[in-house]
């Protein structure tokens, strides 16, 4: 099992910055690809970007250029570093990653970020 913590959420203007960070801890051998995901009120949870285990990223096109995903394997942590948010940033975000061999999938609780107009 792995446990993974989120942190970092919270209320913010459009416009502005968060840091979103997650911990993952437990049976992390074999953790492959980390990343973000987000469920906005009334919709499906979506990718926000994810990472490889050899720094490759993927973005979702609403956040290119905004986000940046970023990783630290030595701490078994990633980031969410998000600029110039909008309202349409609202939702809770989840980390996830997935492990080798069999892709399994882990979630965190999820963290609420809000952008305010």
């Known amino acids: 099992q792995v446990q993974l913590v989120e942190s970092g959420g919270g209320l913010v203007q459009a416009g502005g910055s968060l840091r979103l960070s997650c911990a993952a801890s437990?049976?992390?051998?074999?953790?492959?690809?980390m990343g973000w995901y987000r469920q906005a009120p009334g919709k499906q949870r979506e990718l926000v970007a994810r990472?490889?285990?050899?720094?490759?990223?993927i973005y979702a096109d609403s956040v290119k250029g905004r986000f940046t995903i970023s990783r630290d394997y030595a701490k078994n942590m990633v980031y969410l570093e998000m600029n110039s948010l909008k309202p349409e940033d609202t939702g809770v975000y989840y980390c996830?990653?997935?492990?080798?061999?069999?892709?399994?999938?882990?979630w965190g609780q999820g963290t609420q970020v809000t952008v305010s107009s």
């Open positions: 437990g049976s992390i051998i074999s953790i492959n690809t």
């Open positions: 990472i490889g285990s050899g720094g490759r990223t």
């Open positions: 996830n990653v997935d492990k080798l061999p069999y892709g399994t999938n882990y």
